[in-house]
């Protein structure tokens, strides 16, 4: 199994270093590019996770090199200047196993047991699969990792007190204002993010609710109320009635600047105005919360509310990462196996192709057939230990079936 991945994450970057180092939409033609000009040869699948938390690319490579040698192409893309030493980290096969199935489960992430990044895992897999960049073994290795993710999520209790950055934005409101549910907000954007505020804020009895989008956007919130999207360039109108304003869009660019906002303090009166900036890169100049009447919380404002049950939750994601480490072990091994009977079948089939029916007869009178053929054709001395402490049944099994097929 050759998986490995690098990256970089809340845990040992901060937010405006975790900015320099995201990989959006815009980069794909590059990265796919770069696959077939320098690492059509070495690297035969991978795909990207780019989410406020971290960016990490998993790969399927046989050296370290070929990794390392793929991490400063990008990192040279992306303009980086942090430490690489520092900043990033680079893990494979087992140890990448085990990261990608802590990942998906949330006992990785900053709000540990947050929610929203299995989906995310998922979503990313695919939008690279459909480009046609994940091989049979990342899809192998993928499906017993979202598999494992599910368990450790059902079966500790990493998910038993559910946290999301949704509950997270409804608690700061509860927290700052004495009737949260009477205020007029104001979103911005659509993923996964943002769907799932808007749906939690109308659950929870917030019914002045507006949403923009660089794209038109229905979200069901019931089923018997949508919500349609407002185009993204009226945003100035917008801000003139709502009180709050929460932003999580995918932009390289802050979309919400110093100017906008004093102007519409202008119009607003002074009234005092909530920003929630939950994008990464940040989607409203850090320089806005200078001014008078202006409350920007960012992302690490909002994780700050995470801490309550800290210590539950840590013990939870200390026996989670038992487990994982034990299941991936299994997954290993079964890896390893299917790749073993793959291997002895394929060279089986080359060996005993065009042998007569008094040959195959014979050799599978033997009790110990792997002796036999090891004696009688020269195979490379891996594979014959693999021959040999294979199941005799399943090498009889393999032999009938290549009888069959000749």
Same mark, same amino acid.
């Given at each position: 199994?050759?998986?490995?991945?690098?990256?970089? +994450?809340?845990?040992?970057?901060?937010?405006?270093?975790?900015?320099?180092?995201?990989?959006?939409?815009?980069?794909?033609?590059?990265?796919?590019?770069?696959?077939?000009?320098?690492?059509?040869?070495?690297?035969?699948?991978?795909?990207?996770?780019?989410?406020?938390?971290?960016?990490?690319?998993?790969?399927?490579?046989?050296?370290?090199?070929?990794?390392?040698?793929?991490?400063?192409?990008?990192?040279?893309?992306? *303009?980086?200047?942090?430490?690489?030493?520092?900043?990033?980290?680079?893990?494979?096969?087992? *140890?990448?196993?085990?990261?990608?199935?802590?990942?998906?489960?949330?006992?990785?992430?900053?709000?540990?047991?947050?929610?929203?990044?299995?989906?995310?895992?998922?979503?990313?897999?695919?939008?690279?699969?459909?480009?046609?960049?994940?091989?049979?073994?990342?899809?192998?290795?993928?499906?017993?990792?979202?598999?494992?993710?599910?368990?450790?999520?059902?079966?500790?209790?990493?998910?038993?007190?559910?946290?999301?950055?949704?509950?997270?934005?409804?608690?700061?409101?509860?927290?700052?204002?004495?009737?949260?549910?009477?205020?007029?907000?104001?979103?911005?954007?659509?993923?996964?993010?943002?769907?799932?505020?808007?749906?939690?804020?109308?659950?929870?009895?917030?019914?002045?609710?507006?949403?923009?989008?660089?794209?038109?956007?229905?979200?069901?919130? +019931?089923?018997?109320?949508?919500?349609?999207?407002?185009?993204?360039?009226?945003?100035?109108?917008?801000?003139?009635?709502? *009180?709050?304003?929460?932003?999580?869009?995918?932009?390289?660019?802050?979309?919400?600047?110093?100017?906008?906002?004093?102007?519409?303090?202008?119009?607003?009166?002074?009234?005092?105005?909530?920003?929630?900036?939950?994008?990464?890169?940040?989607?409203?100049?850090?320089?806005?919360?200078?001014?008078?009447?202006?409350?920007?919380?960012?992302?690490?404002?909002?994780?700050?509310?995470?801490?309550?049950?800290?210590?539950?939750?840590?013990?939870?994601?200390?026996?989670?990462?038992?487990?994982?480490?034990?299941?991936?072990?299994?997954?290993?091994?079964?890896?390893?196996?299917?790749?073993?009977?793959?291997?002895?079948?394929?060279?089986?089939?080359?060996?005993?192709?065009?042998?007569?029916?008094?040959?195959?007869?014979?050799?599978?009178?033997?009790?110990?057939?792997?002796?036999?053929?090891?004696?009688?054709? *020269?195979?490379?001395?891996?594979?014959?230990?693999?021959?040999?402490?294979?199941?005799?049944?399943?090498?009889?099994?393999?032999?009938?079936?290549?009888?069959?097929? +000749?």
């Amino acid at each position: 199994m050759n998986l490995r991945l690098f990256g970089i +994450s809340h845990k040992i970057a901060n937010l405006e270093q975790r900015e320099s180092f995201i990989l959006s939409k815009n980069h794909i033609n590059y990265i796919t590019d770069l696959l077939e000009r320098k690492f059509s040869d070495q690297l035969s699948s991978l795909f990207f996770l780019s989410t406020c938390n971290r960016t990490e690319c998993y790969m399927i490579c046989e050296t370290e090199q070929t990794c390392r040698d793929f991490f400063l192409e990008i990192y040279k893309m992306l *303009d980086s200047d942090l430490d690489q030493e520092s900043f990033f980290y680079f893990k494979a096969r087992d *140890d990448a196993f085990v990261h990608l199935c802590k990942v998906g489960s949330g006992v990785d992430s900053r709000i540990i047991g947050e929610k929203e990044i299995f989906g995310q895992l998922k979503n990313a897999f695919k939008e690279y699969d459909e480009m046609g960049l994940i091989s049979n073994q990342m899809r192998d290795i993928c499906d017993r990792a979202f598999s494992i993710s599910k368990f450790i999520r059902n079966e500790t209790k990493i998910d038993s007190t559910p946290i999301s950055i949704s509950t997270l934005v409804l608690k700061l409101l509860k927290e700052l204002f004495e009737n949260p549910t009477e205020q007029n907000i104001l979103l911005i954007g659509a993923g996964d993010v943002a769907t799932n505020i808007i749906k939690n804020l109308h659950k929870n009895g917030y019914k002045e609710i507006e949403f923009h989008n660089r794209t038109k956007k229905i979200i069901s919130i +019931s089923n018997s109320l949508k919500l349609e999207s407002k185009p993204l360039n009226k945003i100035n109108l917008a801000l003139k009635k709502n *009180d709050i304003l929460i932003s999580s869009i995918n932009s390289d660019f802050p979309i919400i600047g110093k100017g906008l906002i004093e102007e519409n303090l202008k119009l607003r009166k002074n009234k005092p105005l909530l920003l929630i900036d939950l994008g990464v890169p940040r989607n409203i100049e850090a320089a806005v919360s200078s001014s008078e009447f202006v409350y920007l919380y960012t992302l690490e404002d909002i994780e700050n509310f995470s801490f309550k049950n800290l210590k539950e939750r840590k013990q939870s994601a200390s026996h989670a990462t038992t487990l994982i480490k034990a299941m991936v072990a299994d997954s290993i091994r079964e890896i390893d196996e299917d790749n073993a009977k793959e291997q002895i079948f394929i060279t089986l089939s080359s060996i005993l192709r065009g042998k007569n029916e008094a040959y195959i007869s014979q050799l599978l009178s033997n009790k110990k057939i792997a002796d036999v053929i090891i004696e009688d054709f *020269d195979i490379e001395d891996d594979l014959a230990h693999k021959l040999t402490t294979m199941d005799n049944k399943i090498v009889i099994s393999m032999i009938k079936e290549i009888s069959r097929a +000749s």
